[in-house]
Structure formats: C-alpha cells, structure tokens
Nanobody
Framework: QVQLVESGGGLVQTGGSLRLSCAAS????????MGWFRQAPGKERDFVAF????????SYADSVKGRLTISRDNAKNMVYLQMNNLKPEDTAVYYC???????????????????WGQGTQVTVSS
C-alpha cells in the first residue's frame, strides 16, 4: 500500500555532492524503518543506510561512512540521503525502501523491506 518515489539522482564528478529524496505515502510513515540500498550493474542490491522510525538511530555500510548521511522528516513523509565526496564506485541505482520490522534479519537485510521505490540513477564520473 505504501508508495515510495525517489528523486535527486544525476551525474556528478568525483568529489561532488547530491541529495536524494524519497517521498512516502500513507499515515504510518513514522511507524516504519526507512533504508537506502543501491545496485550497480551485474551486482547485488547492497545496503547503504537505514534510519529508525523516529530518526533516533542510523546505520551505514562501511563503504559510505563519513560521506553519506540519512535523515527523515516525518511531518513531511520524507527521507533523504545526503551524498558528499562521491566516488566512481558510488555509481548505482539507488532505492528507497520501508520496513515494518527488522526483527528477523536486521535492518541491513533487504529481505526485511516491504516497500520499494522505483530507483534513481547516480553516476559519478572520474
């Protein structure tokens, strides 16, 4: 039932910045964990970051720590991914996702997420 729509992707040079946005539908946005995943050609869809229901806890993949920041605004039903100091290896389709619970596998596991956006392309050139 929840619909997620990403935006903000594009082409940037190495070292540049982008901010991805994800707009969520429904009245239960504050009841779900929100995550960002990414998938490069020929690779699996990998965990990037998640943020807890009220924004009190965040977690990141080691490869993006210190460069990417996840945040949410529950009043606006929005989640963001601020991407700084981008590298060519960050090139991927980025997906926003929502999880009702992470108890079984943990919030880093894509199997926990019930809803997914359509994805937005991020390309970092050398």
């Amino acid at each position: 039932q929840v619909q997620l729509v990403e935006s903000g992707g594009g082409l940037v040079q190495t070292g540049g910045s982008l901010r991805l946005s994800c707009a969520a539908s429904g009245r239960t946005f504050s009841s779900v964990v929100m995550g960002w995943f990414r998938q490069a050609p020929g690779k699996e869809r990998d965990f990037v970051a998640f943020i807890s229901q009220l924004g009190g806890s965040t977690s990141y993949a080691d490869s993006v720590k210190g460069r990417l920041t996840i945040s949410r605004d529950n009043a606006k039903n929005m989640v963001y991914l601020q991407m700084n100091n981008l590298k060519p290896e960050d090139t991927a389709v980025y997906y926003c996702a929502a999880a009702s619970s992470c108890s079984r596998y943990g919030c880093k596991d894509r199997r926990m997420y019930d809803y997914w956006g359509q994805g937005t392309q991020v390309t970092v050139s050398s």
